[in-house]
T-cell receptor, first 111, second 115 residues
Framework: QKEVEQDPGPLSVPEGAIVSLNCTYS??????FMWYRQYSRKGPELLMY????GNKEDGRFTAQVDKSSKYISLFIRDSQPSDSATYLC???????????FGAGTTVTVRA | EAGVAQSPRYKIIEKRQSVAFWCNPI?????LYWYQQILGQGPKLLIQ????????DSQLPKDRFSAERLKGVDSTLKIQPAKLEDSAVYLC?????????????FGQGTRLTVV
């Protein structure tokens, strides 16, 4: 069993729709949870960063962490064609630098 | 602020050949990472440097992979000899420090194809 599971998709939605992405994990020691966006042929860039359980909102993006269920989510409201990318979840333990990534979900927003 | 620079962007080699990748981190970033991203998978950490010292190389296949970071700035990653399964994107990242709350910035990567 992989440490971090993420449905690779692909996911195709019309412009303006809500995009819902999620990851599950098996290691209860993970405390820091991140979402990265990776455009084609580019490196990942940090989108959202959350510590422990709870919600975090930044513009059209909302990250949720449910540590009791070992489940994290990313929601993109009013999606735009420019949101078309691969979204990677990542997480790490306290006092640890090593990121454990999911496989990434490829999202296409149709104009 | 200039980002993480990597070269070359693309490389095609035959199996059993050797190849080297170069990375120039963001100025002032003490921590440098090399990740391997196989198609359809998330990045996997190969090695982490703090200045010019190795912090973690537990997932580096040391029989064929080597990396160095001379003078605590630029870094090179070498594969010798290459295998077909080494085909991947090799990402370099850097951060100001190796702390838990420190964001890592990624370069565009080097796409390696081994034929």
């Amino acid at each position: 069993q992989k440490e971090v599971e993420q449905d690779p998709g692909p996911l195709s939605v019309p412009e303006g729709a809500i995009v819902s992405l999620n990851c599950t994990y098996s290691n209860s020691a993970f405390q820091y949870f991140m979402w990265y966006r990776q455009y084609s042929r580019k490196g990942p860039e940090l989108l959202m960063y959350t510590y422990s359980s709870g919600n975090k909102e930044d513009g059209r993006f909302t990250a949720q962490v449910d540590k009791s269920s070992k489940y994290i989510s990313l929601f993109i409201r009013d999606s735009q064609p420019s949101d078309s990318a691969t979204y990677l979840c990542a997480m790490k333990r306290s006092n640890d630098y090593k990121l454990s990534f999911g496989a990434g979900t490829t999202v296409t927003v149709r104009a | 602020e200039a980002g993480v620079a990597q070269s070359p962007r693309y490389k095609i080699i035959e199996k059993r050949q050797s190849v080297a990748f170069w990375c120039n981190p963001i100025s002032g970033h003490a921590t440098l990472y090399w990740y391997q991203q196989i198609l359809g998978q998330g990045p996997k950490l190969l090695i982490q440097f703090q200045n010019n010292g190795v912090v973690d190389d537990s997932q580096l296949p040391k029989d064929r992979f080597s990396a160095e970071r001379l003078k605590g700035v630029d870094s090179t990653l070498k594969i010798q000899p290459a295998k077909l399964e080494d085909s991947a994107v090799y990402l370099c990242a850097s951060s100001f420090s190796g702390g838990v709350n420190t964001e890592a910035f990624f370069g565009q990567g080097t796409r390696l194809t081994v034929v």
